[in-house]
């Protein structure tokens, strides 16, 4: 079974940056949608950016301009660069790859704590 580990969560003041990182057991990275939910308490997870197969980038309207998704196929890892961090960025950050045939795998989510 794909496992997704998260790692690069932390606490951050508003207006600093972290990156998170989600390495794949397998080599999916370049075979499947991969995105990055968020969950904040109380709220409903959310898309914040993806990345089909083919290299097409999508954000939700809350972090263009300062959230940025990326992949390196060889070590089977996609990234989220997260600048000018909010207070409302605050949330733990799920991975999820799905495959073409809608099987979808998610990791075990990383804490991001932006203070103001």
């Known amino acids: 079974q794909v496992q997704l580990a998260e790692s690069g969560g932390g606490l951050v003041q508003a207006g600093g940056s972290l990156r998170l990182s989600c390495a794949a057991s397998e080599s999916i990275v370049s075979n499947n949608f991969m995105g990055w939910y968020r969950q904040a308490p109380g709220k409903q997870r959310e898309l914040v950016a993806s990345?089909?197969?083919?290299?097409?980038?999508n954000y939700a309207d809350s972090v263009k301009g300062r959230f940025t998704i990326s992949r390196d196929n060889a070590k089977n890892t996609v990234f989220l660069q997260m600048n000018s961090l909010k207070p409302e960025d605050t949330a733990v950050y799920y991975c999820?790859?799905?495959?073409?045939?809608?099987?979808?795998?998610w990791g075990q989510g990383t804490q991001v704590t932006v203070s103001s």
């Open positions: 999820i790859s799905r495959s073409d045939y809608g099987v979808a795998y």
């Open positions: 990345i089909t197969k083919r290299g097409s980038a």
